[in-house]
Each structure stands twice: as C-alpha cells, then as structure tokens.
C-alpha cells in the first residue's frame, strides 16, 4: 500500500520529490563532507528504525478528521513547521527528517491502530501526536509494547509516567496551582466554584484544585459540577452560579460546550470583565475562541503556559514563521506550542545520545534543554514532563490574550503530587 | 446431513462458496499478510459477526436495528472487564491509593470494585456474560417492543436512542466503566500474552473459526422452517399471524440471535485489539455496521462477511494513503453502492457472476455436481440439500 510519505526539504515543500537525481549527485559530491558530518547508520540505529544514510522517518498521528480536528490541527501544523526547520538547519544527525502522517479521525480505537502501523510497518523513529487522553490511553500500551517514543503536547491530568512518552505539555498541578495562588493573592478570591466536561481530565484537574483550594489555602469551594462532552444547556449552572456567587469560577469546560457555555453566561447577563465572579478557565486557548467569539469571552482569565503574545524574539520568529507557513489569520494556542517542542526535543535528544536507539536517548532526556522555545526556555525533567512557567491572560475582544502574570520560577512537573490524591 | 449429503454439500455451489471464503481466510490471508495486517484483518472481520447478525435480522426478517453497536459493546466489555481485572493485580498497581482495583476507578476515587464488576473474575463466567448479557438486553428490548406491535422506522429509531443511552451512561459513570477512555491496556488472557504476535495470530484462528460457526447457525437458521417464517413475517406479517403464528416470538428470537452474533464479535474485537471504548457502541458506530451489511447484500450471509472486511480495508487504505479526503472516498463508495448496486455485492455477483459461472461450469454437468445447470434460473433451483427444500426466492444464491 502505498505510504502518504512527504517531505520537506529547506521550507519548499516539494522540491525533494523533483530533485531525487539532484540530491543524488549533490550527496555524491558532497560525500566525503556529509559522512563526516553524518555517523554511520548502522552506528546510529541498531534497532531497525526508519533511518538510511541520509533521512530518517518520524509518524504524526493527530486527528484530522472527526470532532478533534479543529483541535489537533494545529498541532500539526506545528509539528511539520518544526520538521521544516530542523531539515533547513541540516536535519537530525546529518539526516532530513521525513514524516508520515495518520489519521486518528477522533476515534480511540484508530489511533491505537494507526501507532501500531507507524511503529510495525513504518519504523518511526518517534511519534509525534496523540491529544486528547483518551487517544493517549489508546496509543500508550501500543506504544509500550513496540518500544516507540512519544511526544505527547497536550495539558493533561497527570497521574501517568511512561518510559516511552515525552509530555511537552503541563501536567495537571503546573496549570492549577500558581494560578489558584494568584486568583487567591492577586485578586482576593475566597469561594470557588468548580465546572468542567464529565471525563477524566476536568475530574483530576477540579480534584487538585479543590485539594489546594480547601488543604492548602484554607479558602472554600461553593460548587462542584460536571456536564457531558458536548453538553450544551448551561442554565441550571448558571443560576446555582447567580445564587452562591462564587469569586472565582474555575472552569474546564472543553470542547463545543465552551461556545454555549460562554454565550449562555453572556446572555444571562455577566460580563466577565467586570470580574464578579472572575472566570479562571484552564481549557480555552486562542484556537477555542474563534469559535467562541472574542466578544464572548472578554475579559476572562485562562492559566497556560504560552499564549501567542507573549513577548519575547524566540515567539516573535515562531509567531512570524507559522504564519509564513499557513497563513495570516491563524492564532496559536498552548497545545501548538507545546506540540512544535516535540519535534526539537526529539532532535536535541537524539543528538545528545548520538542515536536514533529509543533506550539510548530514553537514558538522554533528563536536563534536556531547548533555549528557542517560545514559551521561552524549557526543561525535560527525569519525570518524561517539562519544567515550564504557569502563566495567566486575559482574554481580549480581538481573541488574544494579554499576560497579567507569570510565575518567576519555572513550575515542577509533578504527575503524582504527594497531598492532592 | 448423512455422510454423502455432506460430501454432496461441499461440492455444491454453496459449499464451493463457503470453501472459498475458509480458503481466503485460513489460508491464502495468513500467507500473504504480515501478523500485523493480519490482525488488521481479524478486526474487520470482528465486525462480520454483527453484519451477520443484521442480515438475519434485518435483511430476513426485517427488523432493522440502528443499534446492534450496544450488543457489539456490551460483548466486547464483558471480555474486557475480565482482561482488566487480569491485568489489575495488586502487584501491578502498586502504585495507586488502592491497589488491585482497575486504574481508572484508582483514578476516580473509588476504593474497591463495584459488585457488578466482581463475577468477572471468572473466566467461565466471562464466557457466558458475552453471549448472556447483550442476549438479555435484546429480550427485554424485543419483549418490550414486539409484543407491543412496535416495528418499522418506530423500532429503528428506538434502537438508536438505546445506543444514545448507554453511551451517555458508559462515558458518564466513568468510576466504573472507563468513561470516554474505555478500558485500556489489557494485557494477558488466563496468564497468555494477548499482545504478542503470535498470541494476535492465534487469536485470528479462533476469530475466523467462532466466524464460521456463527455462518453455520445463521445458515441452520435460514434454511429452515424458521427461516421461512421469517422471510414471511418481512414479506407479509400479517398473514403470518392470522396464520397462528407468534409473530413477536420470532421477532424476538432473531433479535436476540442477531445480539448474540455481535456479542461474540465484540469479544473477538476486544481481544484482538487490546481494548473496548465506548466508541463502539454509539449511534454513528451502529449505523457503520448497517452500512457493512448494506453493502455486503442484506439478504446474503456471506455477503455480509465480505461487507465488512471490505468497508474496513478500504476504510484503512483510503485513510493511510490520503490521511486528509479519506471521508470523501468513503462516502463516495457508500453512495456509489447504495445508488448502483442496492443489493450489494451480493447482488451483483448474482447478476453478472453467476451467469458466467453457469457458462463455465455447465460442461461439468455431467460429472455428478448437482450444481450448476438450475443455479441459472433463480427460484427455488439450486438447492443442494434434498431435504431441506429452498426456503426464500430472494436469495437464490444460499448462502
């Protein structure tokens, strides 16, 4: 069957397909310079991954297709982006990264089909994809089982630390903790009033969050609810809200429900920027607003790790580089961020292992570092998570966030925080 | 069936035809797929078991079910509880609050296991639960519905609403079925390595062979006297009843045939793939399931088989090769079928086929095959078994 395999060569997509002889004659002549550059296959891949003497195979496996897609898109967009450029600056190991791209199509059981075919019939190097946990749960002992490497970008629920993932997204207590701090210091927040989506991340995340606001901070939570994936009548929440008058709504509502959330609660007459209650979400990056409406949401607060005006040269250049590449209106949110790290931690590990071997780099990752983040720096902690910034924006009427807030330390992963169970 | 009855059989064109299929499945696809694709292959055909079910079902006796992925699910989650508690053994789960309880109830703070959860310790039980339990659940539904004269689009819709309502309770009350997640990485079968590819390829041994006894009791089903009280109830229900028979009775025994069709599919699939979600059992999961029976020809048992092994692999192929218009192929080749060809494949294989088998086959005449000559003119021809006269004009090719 044939492979939808493509690759990028120096940021002209194509050209490589057209220039096999060219690139022939050039790695002729160049030979002598590019084995010195680029360590011997065999040397750098001795468990039969996709690697030749100059390209080397990775899987992305997102949902393009399906109710995730508006989600996982750019996720995708992100991590070609990355591979684009890691190719333009001369590949991995002397080697240009090819991909070969799945579907997930927002159906567990595909994704844990499509890893096993990436990781038996393809031979990945890595896989880059996976977002929501479910499809995480799906792939994970798929990926265990054939010893393939991960990188996961997506914020999730902790309470999971696999040898073959790489989360480049904040567990659980880097996107709760700082920020209920600051919606207790900064803003004088007493009584919270906890909603999410009825599945496992909102249920952990809400479960730390009542943990640190009640153990930890002494302050009270008023309210408790949850609501299907894709629930979409908000008015019984909204007036228990209007009756218990809560100071803070900490929200992690996902999905299509986050559009009747917002409209709903606009419609019942709050106005968010007036901040009674304030609205602490944990789920609504750029990507959900513009399908919320800007108008809709203004003034609410968000706890992430990147938004895309941040301000500092590494995200200016990403910024300017993924419009370049798919165009002007597209906004980034945390999860595309978290998904382009994938691709240069991958390379940065491999370098530092000196192989495409998944137990040598696996032994490389701790202290990994990536200076050209544009969250701005990034660490791998031996945990497989990254050490990262909490940090908190108010949503403004044109879909941005502006930051009010970041942490001044970068914020440990803690997947298993001793206290919050 | 005497001994040359059945040698008979197997010479007869039905018998050809199912020799073929066993030949393509036990032989030729094991050869020539790698143990990967060949487990891709022993999913599809999980989904043969409910195809088959629906052509008995719907495509006989005319009752269309929009929700036989509830059966499916529920089969398939009765094996996968059992392989979680397998693989939730106290030294596995070391880490949680409460050790030896599945990690998503560790998860959701439950601190033992639901009583529900408790029988499926037992193997034996297991066995009995995914035929037993979607049995049960499609005895009540049908008891419920046919004896109240509840049919058509009315019992379609209300199938649908019944995939709706597990759904929402299975993703729901997460603490005790997975939620969303399903039930993930199960790992041993009574201490056999399920995922190894040996154990797979196995497991598509057993798959195919619980396939072909599902094929024999849907084919004893049909060419009996049953079968055509069934194909009469679709036809003409009314008489049926007012000739003395208990129209609801046969209703609700060929449901609960299809429900224990698709239990044992759902098993298969879980063991097969390593994991049950609740994915499976929604609305848009059953109505693919009608459409793998759609195109295999509703009327044909085999039909259904080759239905659903080819809506998946063109299902993987198109999303493999073209990861971003996959859904377009699909939906082209859905309506294409449905516009072209309404019988199905199997239709069409009557129609253009069969005719040319004639031709070449009927120089054989003389050797003894009672086969070929009057399989050209359709009615009530070309059974084989002498004793079992043909039963349905609508499915002149038997199988």
Known sequence: MKMNKQSTTGGTTGRWGLGRFKLLAASLVLAATANAAAPPTEEVNTTGLAVTDDTVTVGILHSITGTMAISEIGSVQAEKLAISQINEAGGVLGRQVEYVQEDGASDWPTFAEKARKLLRQDNVAAIFGAWTSASRKAVLPVIEQYNGMLYYPTFYEGLEQSPNVVYTGQEATQQILASLNWAAEEKGAKTFYLLGSDYIWPRTSNKIARKHIEDMRGLKVVGEEYYPLGHTQFNSVINKIKLRKPDVIFASVVGGSNVAFYKQMKAAGFDFTEEDPLLLTISVTEDEIRGIGGENVEGIYASMKYFQSLDNPNNEEFVAAFKEAYGDDMVIGDVTQAAYLGPWLWKAAVEKAGSFDIDKIREEFAGIEFNKAPEGYVRIHENHHLWSKTRIGQAQSDGQYKVVYETEELMEPDPFPEGYQ | ?399
């Open chain 2, 1 to 399: 069936m005497n001994n040359s009855a059945l040698s008979k059989w197997f010479v007869s064109r039905e018998g050809v035809y199912y020799l073929l299929l066993a030949l393509l499945l036990v032989v030729i696809l094991p050869l020539v797929l790698d143990p990967f694709r060949l487990n891709m292959v022993g999913k599809y055909l999980t989904y043969a078991f409910v195809a088959l079910g629906l052509v008995m079902c719907w495509g006989k006796a005319g009752i269309l079910s929009l929700g036989q992925g509830v059966f499916f699910g529920l089969g398939g989650y009765c094996m996968a509880m059992f392989l979680k508690l397998e693989a939730s053994s106290p030294e596995n789960t070391a880490i949680q609050s409460t050790p030896g309880i599945p990690d998503f109830m560790d998860w959701n703070q439950l601190t033992e296991l639901p009583w529900f959860w408790e029988p499926f310790h037992s193997f034996s039980f297991t066995l009995l639960a995914v035929i037993g339990v979607p049995v049960l659940l499609a005895f009540i539904i049908g008891f419920a519905m046919f004896t109240r004269r509840v049919g058509g689009v009315y019992f379609a819709i209300i199938t649908q609403a019944i995939a709706a309502i597990l759904t929402i309770l299975i993703i729901g009350q997460q603490g005790f079925t997975g939620g969303i997640n399903g039930i993930t990485d199960l790992q041993t079968l009574n201490g056999w390595d399920i995922r190894t590819d040996e154990a797979r390829t196995t497991l598509y041994f057993i798959c195919v062979g619980m396939l072909f006894l599902c094929l024999f009791v849907a084919r004893l089903v049909q060419n009996r006297k049953l079968g055509r009280i069934l194909m009469a109830m679709n036809a003409q229900e009314n008489r049926v009843r007012f000739s003395g028979y208990d129209v609801a009775a046969f209703k609700i025994f060929v449901f609960c045939l299809a429900a224990a069709f698709a239990g044992v599919g759902g098993a298969m699939f879980t063991l097969l793939v390593g994991f049950m979600s609740p994915s499976f059992i929604g609305i848009v999961a059953s109505i693919e399931m009608v459409i793998f029976c759609a195109l295999g020809g509703r009327l044909s048992i085999l039909g259904a088989v080759y239905g659903a092994l080819i809506v998946n692999a063109a299902k993987s192929g198109f999303s493999e090769s073209f990861p971003e218009l996959w859904p377009f192929a699909m939906g082209a080749l859905f309506i294409g079928v449905v516009l072209a060809f309404p019988d199905g494949l199997a239709g069409l294989y009557r129609s253009y086929v069969m005719p040319l088998e004639d031709r070449l086959f009927r120089r054989d005449k003389d050797k003894g095959a009672p086969v070929a000559g009057t399989a050209a003119s359709k009615p009530a021809a070309a059974n084989e078994n002498d004793d079992e006269p043909v039963i349905d004009n609508y499915s002149p090719e038997k199988s």
